[in-house]
């Protein structure tokens, strides 16, 4: 290991403060997410989605990201068309790492969106993608994700995608959430605020976007590197 | 995607920062040797706790992480899982301790975070075997228990390191050292106050899918009543301490760490409020009373799993020139100066350390020791009548910087460069047990609603 890190005291003066704590902010509505208290298809019915329990474990660590929206207090209401179904349920997940270091990318789409022990697949660090092949193309209304919620943390560089084309060709691919303010996925900076990770997941809006098969990106988490995720659900009108 | 190389030098053109504290030459956590001078190390317990130490570690140069132990598979397989992804080098992996003692040739060290009534044993068979140790607090359920990793420490000549992460912060050797020692900022102690409240939400049991249940017999084998023990073995009297010990241990250590002595007594009460069911109290109270070289201090600690009311986690100690209220957790930190300075005591016992008091604390935010806080809002008074119940309100501080890498990480430095003969120890076993002694007492008191004064042999190896 080449890197080394000394405990280095500084005088005041040159002293390197570590800032940006979490600019919380409440939630925003709109498209976006972990917070989302209304939005979606005009007109449409709202996304009956079943909530897991809430379970916090042990000790919160500090989340030092900007612009951090926190969780909403009640089930967010998103609207999607009444003709919306659960695409993604035991549809088939790969991944940048097909070694996961604890779990199954099956979990990814079990159905199953509980806190603890044996509910989540571990990714190795650095930016990481997932996929969820639909099997045929839609008109996506809502991805909804739960990385990991038993501990209060942010994770970052989020993306997600939707395409036609497995290989996510950029005039192929219609990106519907980013919040990767630092371009670490090089897909672009994002406008999204990362999110506090809770039981209400992240509904992002697809806004009716094209395509067979959901991309997913992170890179690491504000409790550590690794990257998680506990479900995916992506609701839309199959074409 | 990144690869492992690219992220390895990513983070190391980024690491220099380490800690970030005010202040010329006042602290400094040993440095952690060359990559070159490799440490083999063997994890032994890879849950929750485990894994916060793993990810301490992983950007400490020079470490090989030959071997896990846990007696569960799916933590093994998490830990195998970790050290591949850091080192590409997949470890073996051990249900029992012996085995891995047994087959492991050249392991330098242990880092240990088993359950707390397996502190004792794992520790002793790794100091036995010739390791050096990094063992989680509580050092054991049992005082007993705790006696014995010292009695061993010494024996074996290697090193014990006890988890009390604080006492290898930077922030808080700085606080101790400059503010309260150095600059004597809070003048005479004379109370402190701590506490660690959790919302309840945050104190349910730990859940885990069915298909992991680990089998009766292993259970068995290893101490466990069943799965549900297993996960969860912080709420059983024959397994650890409870909140006192899991949560307390870390901050009545700070009171014995600061105020450099330890108490005289505990009076205690706790009970189960809202976990009915549970063994250990989901809430306790306990007073401690000290004779320090400045005077008596008394000393309140809370643990509260029940309510997260009152902020969280944090320690206070209360002067009468200024008071200091500090946490891992540097949101929490505060500290403030009295209104007016407390007139010299002339029958006080005279300190031989003690300092002219020049304090300016002007003097002390210009030479960067302290940050300074907005202005102190004074609330009208009607009338223009002073209200005599009421002391001015204090000026408020900041310490001037905060640490930006996991808190366990110094204090893991710490060990490793003592191990490589750099450094020494910031909290071994023999002054882990003195500080966390008492807290043994702690339980008893509330069980028996008997106030505890302490023997010399109750308090000694």
Same mark, same amino acid.
């Given at each position: 290991m080449k890197h080394k890190l000394i405990v280095s005291i500084l005088a005041a003066s040159s002293a390197l403060f570590i800032t940006g704590c979490g600019d919380n902010k409440k939630p925003t509505g709109? !498209?976006?997410? @972990?917070?989302?208290?209304s939005g979606g298809t005009v007109g449409g019915v709202a996304l009956a989605l079943n909530y897991p329990p809430e379970l916090i474990e042990g000790t919160p660590k500090a989340m030092?990201? /900007?612009n951090l929206v926190q969780p909403p207090d009640k089930d967010p209401v998103f609207l999607v068309p009444k003709e919306a179904v659960l695409l993604s349920k035991d549809k088939k997940v790969t991944g @940048?790492? $097909?070694? /996961? %270091?604890?779990? $199954?990318?099956?979990? %990814? !789409? $079990?159905g199953d969106k509980q806190a603890g022990e044996g509910y989540f697949v571990e990714l190795l660090e650095g930016p990481q993608w997932v996929q969820i092949d639909l099997e045929k193309s839609a008109a996506v209304n809502a991805v909804c994700v739960w990385h990991y919620h038993s501990q209060k943390r942010a994770y970052k560089g989020v993306v997600i995608q939707v395409s036609d084309d497995p290989k996510f060709a950029a005039t192929a691919t219609t990106t519907i959430y980013n919040n990767d303010y630092e371009n670490v996925t090089k897909l672009g900076k994002g406008s999204d605020n990362p999110y506090v990770e809770s039981r209400f997941g992240l509904i992002a809006d697809g806004k009716g976007a094209k395509g067979r098969y959901v991309r997913l990106y992170s890179n690491g988490n504000t409790s550590n590197e690794m990257n998680h995720y506990i479900e995916v659900e992506v609701y839309g009108v199959p074409q | 995607m990144i690869n492992r190389r690219d992220f390895l030098a990513k983070t190391a053109a980024g690491a220099g920062a380490g800690l970030v504290l005010g202040t010329p030459g006042l602290l400094s956590a040993a440095s952690t040797g060359s990559p070159s001078n490799k440490l083999n190390v063997a994890l032994i317990g890879h849950g929750k706790q485990g894994q916060v130490l793993f990810e301490s570690m992983k950007n400490i140069p020079g470490l090989h992480f030959q071997a896990v132990c846990d007696i569960w598979e799916y933590n093994r397989k998490i830990a195998v899982g970790h050290v591949r992804a850091l080192q590409k080098h997949t470890p073996k992996d051990y249900e029992n301790i012996e085995d891995l003692l047994a087959n492991?040739?050249?392991?330098?060290a242990a880092v240990i975070a088993t359950p707390d009534f397996w502190h004792s044993p794992h520790t002793v068979k790794c100091l036995e075997a010739g390791l050096n140790v990094y063992c989680e607090k509580m050092m054991s359920n049992t005082i007993d228990g705790a006696r014995a990793m010292v009695k061993a420490m010494e024996k074996s000549g290697k090193l014990c390191q006890i988890g009390h992460q604080r006492r290898s912060n930077p922030r808080y050797r700085f606080t101790l050292d400059q503010l309260i020692n150095g600059n004597k900022i809070c003048g005479q102690i004379v109370n402190a106050n701590a506490q660690w409240n959790r919302a309840v939400k945050s104190s349910q049991n730990i859940a885990y899918a069915e298909k992991l249940t680990i089998k009766q017999d292993i259970l068995t084998k290893y101490g466990f009543k069943d799965m549900h023990q297993f996960m969860n073995w912080r709420f059983f009297r024959d397994l650890s301490g409870g909140a006192i010990s899991d949560l307390g241990a870390h901050q009545i250590d700070i009171f014995n760490w600061f105020l450099g002595a330890v108490p005289k007594s505990v009076y205690a009460t706790g009970g189960n409020s809202y976990f009915t069911q549970r063994e250990h109290f989901d809430n306790v109270m306990a007073l401690f009373d000290y004779d320090t070289p400045q005077g008596q201090v008394r000393a309140f600690y809370q643990v509260l799993t029940t309510t997260s009311s009152g902020g969280g986690y944090w320690e206070s100690f209360m002067g009468t020139e200024g008071t200091i209220k500090i946490s891992e957790?540097?949101?929490t930190t505060e500290i403030f100066k009295e209104a007016s300075p407390a007139p010299k005591d002339p029958n006080a016992p005279k300190d031989p350390n003690e300092k002219a008091s020049s304090l300016s604390w002007d003097n002390l935010v210009q030479r960067g020791f302290l940050g300074r806080k907005a202005a102190p809002v004074v609330a009208p008074v009607a009338g223009g009548v002073t209200d005599s119940r009421v002391s001015a309100p204090p000026e408020g501080f900041s310490l001037p910087g905060e640490l930006n890498k996991p808190p366990h990480q110094p204090h893991l430095e710490n060990f490793f460069a003592s191990v490589r003969g750099e450094a020494k120890l910031n909290c071994d076993a023999r002054h882990a047990f003195l500080s966390e002694a008492p807290i043994y007492f702690v339980n008893p008191s509330a069980l028996s609603k008997q106030p505890i004064v302490f023997t010399p042999e109750q308090l000694s190896v």
């Open positions: 709109a !498209t976006a997410a @972990s917070g989302a208290t030092n990201v /900007p @940048s790492d $097909d070694n /996961p %270091i604890i779990g $199954d990318l099956k979990l %990814i !789409t $079990d | 492991e040739k050249g392991l330098d957790n540097s949101a």
